[in-house]
């Protein structure tokens, strides 16, 4: 049988395909092509969410009753003063008591609050003087604050405490009781889900933006799938927030690109971000500075109650319950990663901007070879669905070579794309020696362009940076985590090449479990079971209590 392959645009067979003829195949541009049903088909391994997993802040407020905010004109002296002076006297203010916070006006018609008293564990007294004051407990700010009459001071500090308490009741409720949402943004694929037993993402999609060509305006950015449609394209950058570039070394992300993957991710779980708490995943190459930034975001715009913030490779470490091992992780770049009983060995770690994507790349160029041009930045996944279906990991390349030689039948594969109506009318893929060429970079990355040295050599610096007493424990540990170590041979293939550089009577074990392209997804939920979950993670009121400077302090707890 065969189908309709594209070579520079042309349609050059059109012949019987399971018994009809397709006279209904037309051509159509890259531009005008819509990538739906093969985006849909690509990130389609999802499942629904139980319901009972998604038990949020609003569930439990509803049971409360609800307590209109008091607000009134009271006096108030400058902060950290106890008693007015020349200098520090008495100024009328507008005060609201809401939300665990006390807030200060210029006056009952302003909008904008003059500052903001964390009633989290603070302390308030009241004098016979109609007065009252109030210490934060972080900053151990002092304020007070006179009234009129000592029953309406005594009305005040009755407020207050009853939001003192109801803060610590919240934070409690919300420790035990309210779920976790995870979300692990890749630089080719968003996850997202909630937690529960056997947690597995009901949300997926490409980590794509689409913004205006003319206006360069971001804030109305198009995210997701949705920005791949042609309408969408035909106006459009398409940008990849979390996409390092294979050339340059340098790499920085803009945040409010990574929020908006983020708000995507909620709108698509139809969860409110104020409801849940958060994991997030993100790639080793989201800096320190970038962290606190989006911290910043995530706490004051979209009012997330608690977040752990992590690296993916550390979380695909959980996702095998161990605590000591080496993990491969390669999506669209690829991170080697050494870990003892938890912590990472830094001399042993090994990034590079070079993975998935590199495979795509030299898949392109080999399919370019035997006639289907796929070039277009929509067109590669198309590649990316044919990689998927097609592509291995040669236990030796050069005697694969001769297989294929001898042989070709046996060893080519067809994809099927009729479904998809790709451009230039293209019906099938026909490929044979591209399945394994392009994914021979992995052992050897001349093949992709690089002058490095392959992922077996990567793992044994990883293993040999350890201590000796834990090399052998590193050896039976080695465990591949991201969407690209799903490719057929490669847990064989690089079991054997570590084999052949550890001393003689090493066991290496390379551990590949079914989920493993969302390994980090599946750690993250490890981790959220654990009693200790809730006592890692920055609570919004303790990051808020921090002054800006000393927020990058709290990231300590993390590493």
């Known amino acids: 049988m065969a189908g309709i392959s594209g070579n520079l645009g042309l349609v050059q067979d059109v012949r019987l395909i399971d018994g009809f003829i397709p006279l209904d195949i037309e051509e159509k541009s890259d531009a005008t092509w819509d990538p739906t049903m093969l985006i849909n088909e690509i990130f389609s391994d999802v499942r629904p969410c139980p319901g009972y997993a998604k038990k949020t802040i609003s569930d439990m407020a509803s049971r409360n009753e609800e307590v209109v905010p008091m607000s009134g004109l009271i006096e108030k002296l400058p902060s950290n003063a106890d008693k007015p002076s020349l200098l520090k006297s008495w100024k009328k203010r507008f005060v609201r008591c809401q939300n665990c916070n006390l807030f200060y006006y210029e006056d009952n018609k302003s909008t904008r609050a003059l500052g903001i008293i964390k009633l989290v564990g603070a302390k308030v007294t009241i004098s016979a003087d109609h007065t009252f004051r109030v210490v934060e407990k972080e900053s151990s700010t002092l304020y007070t604050f006179r009234c009129a009459t000592q029953a309406f001071a005594e009305d005040w500090v009755a407020a207050i405490r009853r939001e003192t308490d109801k803060a610590d009741v919240v934070r409690q409720e919300v420790e035990n009781s309210v779920s976790t949402v995870i979300m692990d943004v890749g630089s080719s694929t968003t996850r997202a889900g909630f937690v529960y037993d056997n947690a597995y993402p009901c949300v997926c999609f490409p980590s794509v933006m689409a913004y205006n060509r003319e206006t360069k305006d971001k804030s109305a950015a198009i995210y997701g799938k949705d920005s791949l449609l042609p309408s969408v394209r035909e106006k459009s950058v398409l940008r990849y927030p979390l996409r390092s570039s294979l050339t340059v070394k340098k790499f920085g992300v803009e945040v409010n690109e990574i929020v908006g993957l983020i708000k995507h991710a909620f709108d698509a779980l139809e969860a409110k971000p104020s409801e849940f708490k958060l994991i997030l995943t993100l790639p080793q190459c989201v800096q320190e500075k970038e962290k606190v930034e989006l911290l910043n975001i995530i706490f004051e715009d979209l009012?997330?109650?608690?977040?752990?913030?992590?690296?993916?490779?550390?979380?695909?470490?959980?996702?095998?319950?161990?605590?000591?091992?080496?993990?491969?992780?390669?999506?669209?770049?690829?991170?080697?990663?050494?870990?003892?009983?938890?912590?990472?060995?830094?001399?042993?770690?090994?990034?590079?901007?070079?993975?998935?994507?590199?495979?795509?790349?030299?898949?392109?160029?080999?399919?370019?070879?035997?006639?289907?041009?796929?070039?277009?930045?929509?067109q590669?996944?198309?590649?990316?669905?044919?990689?998927?279906?097609?592509?291995?990991?040669?236990?030796?390349?050069?005697?694969?070579?001769?297989?294929?030689?001898?042989?070709?039948?046996?060893?080519?594969?067809?994809?099927?794309?009729?479904?998809?109506?790709?451009?230039?009318?293209?019906?099938?893929?026909?490929?044979?020696?591209?399945?394994?060429?392009?994914?021979?970079?992995?052992?050897?990355?001349?093949?992709?362009?690089?002058?490095?040295?392959?992922?077996?050599?990567?793992?044994?610096?990883?293993?040999?940076?350890?201590?000796?007493?834990?090399?052998?424990?590193?050896?039976?540990?080695?465990?591949?985590?991201?969407?690209?170590?799903?490719?057929?041979?490669?847990?064989?293939?690089?079991?054997?090449?570590?084999?052949?550089?550890?001393?003689?009577?090493?066991?290496?074990?390379?551990?590949?479990?079914?989920?493993?392209?969302?390994?980090?997804?599946k750690g993250a939920a490890v981790l959220a079971s654990l009693e200790m979950f809730d006592s890692i993670c920055i609570w919004s009121q303790d990051w808020l209590a921090h002054e800006h400077e000393d927020r990058r302090s709290m990231l300590s707890r993390w590493q």
């Not at 996702?319 to 009983?341: A, E, F, K, L, Q």
């Not at 005697?399 to 794309?417: H, Y």
């Not at 490095?452 to 052998?472: F, S, T």
């Not at 064989?492 to 090493?506: C, D, F, I, W, Y």
């Open 380 to 521: 590669q996944y198309v590649v990316k669905y044919i990689k998927e279906r097609a592509a291995y990991v040669a236990d030796n390349k050069s005697e694969q070579e001769d297989r294929c030689s001898l042989n070709p039948g046996e060893w080519t594969e067809t994809v099927d794309c009729r479904r998809f109506r790709l451009p230039s009318g293209i019906l099938s893929v026909k490929v044979l020696e591209s399945r394994f060429k392009a994914t021979e970079g992995f052992f050897d990355p001349n093949v992709f362009g690089y002058d490095n040295v392959g992922i077996h050599h990567l793992v044994e610096k990883a293993i040999k940076a350890a201590g000796i007493d834990n090399r052998r424990e590193l050896c039976r540990n080695i465990l591949l985590s991201g969407g690209s170590t799903q490719t057929r041979g490669l847990p064989k293939r690089l079991q054997s090449e570590v084999a052949t550089l550890m001393p003689a009577g090493s066991q290496v074990q390379v551990h590949a479990h079914d989920d493993r392209h969302y390994a980090a997804f």
């Open 303 to 378: 009012h997330c109650p608690a977040v752990y913030l992590s690296e993916q490779a550390i979380m695909a470490l959980y996702s095998y319950h161990m605590t000591s091992g080496v993990v491969v992780d390669i999506g669209d770049r690829m991170d080697i990663v050494p870990v003892v009983d938890g912590v990472i060995v830094e001399n042993g770690v090994s990034r590079y901007p070079y993975g998935g994507r590199a495979v795509n790349e030299a898949m392109t160029r080999l399919l370019a070879e035997e006639g289907y041009r796929m070039f277009a930045d929509v």
